[in-house]
C-alpha cells in the first residue's frame, strides 16, 4: 500500500490539485491584462477547477473543515500562499492607479466569493455560478473595494 493510508493519500491528492491551482493563479497572476479582466479570470479558473473534478474539491473542503492539527496547518498554509497571491493582484492594482483600497481585505473577499461559488457548484443543486457570474462579481467588488476595505476587522 504506496500511501500508507487514506489520510496519507487524500493528503497526496490534495497536494497534486493544490499545486496545480497554485500554479494556474500564479500564471493569471502575471498575465498583466489590468486588474479587472485578472480578478474575473481567477474567479472563473476556480469555478472551473470545481466543476472538472468536485470530488477532489470536497476533500479539499473537507479538510478545511477538519478539526485535526495536522490538516489544520496543511489546508491554511497553502490557503495563505494562495491569499498572499491574490492580494499581489490587488497590490499591483493599486499601484497602478487602477483601484483603491486594502488589498488583504479585498483578497480575503474575492476569496470568500471563490469558496461560495464553489460551494454551490459542488454541494448545492441550484443554478450553477457562469462566468458571467464572475464578471458581476468582480464589477461589484470594484465598485465597493473602498467600503470593503473600511469593513472593521472582528476580533474573535
Do not use: C, W
Amino acid at each position: 500500500y504506496h500511501f500508507g493510508s487514506k489520510d496519507n493519500l487524500y493528503r497526496e491528492l490534495v497536494i497534486d490539485y493544490m499545486d496545480e491551482y497554485r500554479k494556474s493563479i500564479l500564471h493569471i497572476s502575471q498575465m498583466n491584462r489590468g486588474i479587472r479582466n485578472t480578478l474575473i479570470r481567477i474567479i472563473y479558473n476556480d469555478i472551473l477547477k470545481s466543476k472538472q473534478d468536485p470530488y477532489r474539491m470536497r476533500m479539499i473542503l473537507r479538510m478545511i473543515v477538519d478539526p485535526s492539527k495536522e490538516h489544520y496547518h496543511f489546508i491554511t498554509t497553502r490557503l495563505k500562499e494562495l491569499h498572499a497571491i491574490i492580494e499581489s493582484v490587488f497590490q499591483k492594482g493599486i499601484q497602478s492607479g487602477e483601484l483603491q483600497g486594502n488589498p488583504r481585505r479585498l483578497a480575503t473577499a474575492l476569496m470568500g466569493f471563490s469558496a461560495i461559488a464553489i460551494l454551490q457548484n459542488v454541494f448545492l443543486k441550484g443554478k450553477p455560478f457562469t462566468h458571467q457570474d464572475s464578471v458581476e462579481f468582480v464589477d461589484l467588488l470594484l465598485k465597493n473595494a473602498m467600503a470593503i476595505s473600511l469593513i472593521p476587522r472582528s476580533h474573535g
